[in-house]
Each structure stands twice: as structure tokens, then as C-alpha cells.
């Protein structure tokens, strides 16, 4: 499901140059249904001079906050911001978007943790039609690798970590229940479209620690209809989880598609 405001994978290396310094992750939801109380995504990309790339997104009831900034890392690796970003709603472009997003970290290594929050708000012709409230989240974030030992998924908790496609960090999340992945979230872009965020229902987890999520969904649209599909196939080792995603849609005649991106997330 693409969120609104409304073979061997052992064998798949991780390009090692890609966000070398960098770490995603956030909050996973339980649940697609409880993305709008529970989902957050962060990527945090150090810089050489102690300042920080730092993109958030905050899902509250109504909308999300969506933030990009740059941040000072102090000499512990902490940073703090407080920080209001207005624009336009992503479902009608009539719609201004007011998002007061309040995050803080700090980055110890390859561990980053800390907390977030945002208030949203519509304003249309000069009133506010709808306004909501996340809450304090906790999220976490890490710099994961690939690895190649295969081991069984801690259960209950979630992994945290990246996508290889180019020009940017793009978070990936995880959660894991009692024998099953309960959510895979992660950030992607189409050559014809936005950026966007995909929370994909959970499957089985397979007795050698492998995973295969399949996911079918359709937009409509004033002009049409545009279909998606998206794959994730993963493989859970002894300090995470990592394997391939893609996402391809199609509109009228018109197709279009990430190719298979890696992934790698860490507990």
C-alpha cells in the first residue's frame, strides 16, 4: 500500500559505496492498518564538517510532516530541531500544508535513536480544514550492511536500515511478530513519479529465515486508474536482514518501474 496523507539473496552484494555514512529506519507499524498512529521514517547522512542531512517523515492521523534539513551534530552525536515546513498537500495542490516537526537523536556508530513528533495542518482559501497531532515517537535508525550467515529473526522487534537505490538515502523498515513479518516499509522512487512511501502487508517467515512478500493495489485517479505491484524477498541473518524490492506500476500505457533494489536493515 503506497501511503497518502490520505536465487540466492546471499549472494547479492551490497554497493558499498552507496550512503557509505549514512543510516535510516524509524518507527515500523505493527500493522497497515496502524501506520497513521505508528510509522516514522529517518535518514540521517553525516557529513565530514559534523553537520547532517537529516529527512524525516511523521505520519499523524490526518497527513504527515515531511522535513529536510540540515543539522549540527554535537561532539556526542546528538542534534536537536524544531522546525515548521510549509507546502502543498500531496492529494490536492489547492490545499497549503502546515507541519510543525519536532525531532531529536543521537548517533553513537552505526546506532542512531531518538524521538519525534509532528502537528499537521490543512488550510484552504484562508481556513483550516482539518489538523492532527502524532504524539512523541521513539524511532531508531541504523548503518546496515549486507551479510551473508543465515539465522532465524529475533521476534518482536523491528530492523532498521536502507534501500540501494541512487541519489539519495531511502529508509527501509521491518517488524517482526511470531513467525511472520508484520510490516515491511519502505521509501522508493519511479522515473515518473514522486517520492513516496510503501507499507506492504506482512507473510510467513520460512523455517531457513526467508521471506516473500507479494502486494497488488490500485490508485484511481480523476484521469484513470494506475496499478502497482511490489515484491519483497528477504533473507534474515545474524545481526539482520537483507535481499531485494521492487515496485512497478502501470497507467493506461504507460509503465514504469524501480528495477530490483537492494536492502539491508540491523536490530
Partial sequence: MRTLAAAALLALAWPAAAHAAAAGGGTAPDSVR???DQLTLVTLNAKADGTAVLRAY???????????RIVKLAPDGSFAIDTTERDRAPEDHRVRRIADVKI???MVGPVVSGKASARVRFVLDGDTVERCRSGVRAWQARTATAETT???????RGYYGLTGQPSRP?????????????TAVFQYKLPC??????????????ADGTFHLRERFALRYANGTERFRVKV????????VNGTLSVSSRFGSERCATGRLTFA???
Fill in 233 to 240: 524477498d528477504g533473507q534474515f541473518t545474524t545481526a539482520g
Fill in 170 to 182: 531511502h529508509a527501509f523498515l521491518l517488524r517482526v511478530g511470531a513467525g511472520r513479518v508484520q
Fill in 150 to 156: 543465515a539465522a532465524p529473526p529475533v521476534a518482536n
Fill in 34 to 36: 496502524a501506520y497513521r
Fill in 193 to 206: 513519479g514522486a517520492e513516496t512511501t510503501n507499507v506492504t502487508p506482512g507473510g510467513r517467515i520460512a
Fill in 58 to 68: 511523521v505520519q499523524a492521523r490526518c497527513g504527515a510532516g515531511e522535513i529536510k
Fill in 265 to 267: 536493515g540491523a536490530l
Fill in 104 to 106: 531529536s537523536g543521537r
